[in-house]
């Protein structure tokens, strides 16, 4: 599966923004999905996952309540919502996929990333 992800750019303290991941192919509903970030000079991060069906979610502490995962099969897309952004969470974002039924911690697919900055 190939995935590109969207929406990425400059947002002020406390803004929200949405990202988009597209994927290829017509199995997309056979795969958990979900968002790594990477800080600079940090090590990569996972940040949220979600069920083949979308009905199960978990996030990283640091973006619970936040930020919202959802996608939608019928369009091979999955989202990731983020509101009351913090400088912190100025990161390169990456959606994965992962064949299993519970996304591991290195998942076999990632897209090329989008830059998310949060200026204070």
């Known amino acids: 599966v190939q995935l590109q992800a969207s929406g990425g750019g400059l947002v002020q303290a406390g803004g929200s923004m949405r990202l988009s991941c597209a994927a290829s192919?017509?199995?997309?509903?056979?795969?958990?999905m979900g968002w790594f970030r990477q800080a600079p000079g940090k090590e990569r991060e996972f940040v949220s996952t979600?069920?083949?069906?979308?009905?199960?979610?978990y996030y990283a502490d640091s973006v619970k309540g936040r930020f919202t995962i959802s996608r939608d099969n019928a369009k091979n897309t999955v989202y990731l919502q983020m509101n009351s952004l913090k400088p912190e969470d100025t990161a390169v974002y990456y959606c994965?996929?992962?064949?299993?039924?519970?996304?591991?911690?290195?998942?076999?697919?990632w897209g090329k990333g989008t830059q998310v900055t949060v200026s204070s």
């Open positions: 192919g017509r199995t997309f509903s056979t795969y958990a």
């Open positions: 994965v996929a992962d064949s299993r039924t519970v996304l591991p911690t290195n998942p076999n697919y």
């Open positions: 979600i069920s083949r069906s979308g009905g199960t979610t």
